[in-house]
């Protein structure tokens, strides 16, 4: 499906997606947009909490069923620099309309 992604932290794979939907109550949940959110991840000024909300509702987005605090762990888990790496990913494909260098074909011929 457009848009989705393939994240693993701490050893668990996941299908993750940023619905628009998604991507408004992120929006909302972050107090800024999400270009501003991902210069601040450039930046690495950006909290934990901030991490796990993204990564939240991005695996949820994915068609998994998790709660926040089982992605509390899994970040813990990983670390702090791959869980960042991670959520970059998923906002590169999210605002680069779904499409990552593997599926900017398949995005065209839709």
């Known amino acids: 499906m457009r848009g989705e992604h393939e994240i693993t932290l701490a050893g668990e794979t996941f299908t993750t997606r940023l619905t628009i939907d998604g991507m408004v109550r992120l929006e909302q949940q972050l107090g800024k947009g999400l270009i501003k959110f991902a210069q601040e991840l450039a930046q690495g000024d950006v909290s934990i909490t901030q991490v796990i909300k993204i990564l939240t509702i991005s695996i949820?987005?994915?068609g998994n069923k998790i709660e926040e605090t089982r992605v509390k762990e899994l970040v813990s888990e990983a670390g702090v620099a791959?869980?960042?790496?991670?959520?970059?990913?998923?906002?590169?494909?999210?605002?680069?309309g779904g499409q990552s260098e593997g599926n900017e074909e398949a995005a065209q011929s839709e």
Do not use: F, H, K, Y
Request: net charge neutral; no cysteine.
């Open 82 to 96: 791959p869980s960042l790496a991670v959520v970059g990913e998923i906002l590169t494909i999210a605002l680069m």
């Open 60 to 62: 949820r987005g994915g």
